[in-house]
Nanobody
Framework: QVQLVESGGGLVQTGGSLRLSCFAIGRTFSTYTMGWFRQAPGKDREFVAAITAPSGSAYYADSVKGRFTISRDNAKSTVYLQMNSLKPADTAVYYC????????????????WGQGTQVTVSS
């Protein structure tokens, strides 16, 4: 069982940066693949990035590649999403999630979800 708590969202101008954090309450954080997803108003939830448990390999959606960086600190049970060069199209509620599958971008493979944090990018 893992409980996830996101923080770090807010309002930023186009071109700005934000860092999201997701703290996991549970003893086995280091064994989970951690992912970030987002959902904009009127749209389906979409994959943003994921980082695997054993190797720390990172995967990104094409729309954020080169601008966003996912990382994890297993000692702090925390996963981060550094977002640079933000665009209005990045505006969404961002969710972190945990999966026991080694690597997946499918939201139904993630068993545990945080409550979400709002990111708004103004033009």
């Amino acid at each position: 069982q893992v409980q996830l708590v996101e923080s770090g969202g807010g309002l930023v101008q186009t071109g700005g940066s934000l860092r999201l954090s997701c703290f996991a309450i549970g003893r086995t954080f280091s064994t989970y693949t951690m992912g970030w997803f987002r959902q904009a108003p009127g749209k389906d939830r979409e994959f943003v990035a994921a980082i695997t448990a054993p190797s720390g390999s990172a995967y990104y959606a094409d729309s954020v590649k080169g601008r966003f960086t996912i990382s994890r600190d297993n000692a702090k049970s925390t996963v981060y999403l550094q977002m640079n060069s933000l665009k209005p199209a990045d505006t969404a509620v961002y969710y972190c999630a945990a999966s026991q599958i080694i690597w997946t971008r499918m939201d139904y493979d993630y068993a545990y979800w945080g409550q979400g944090t709002q990111v708004t990018v103004s033009s």
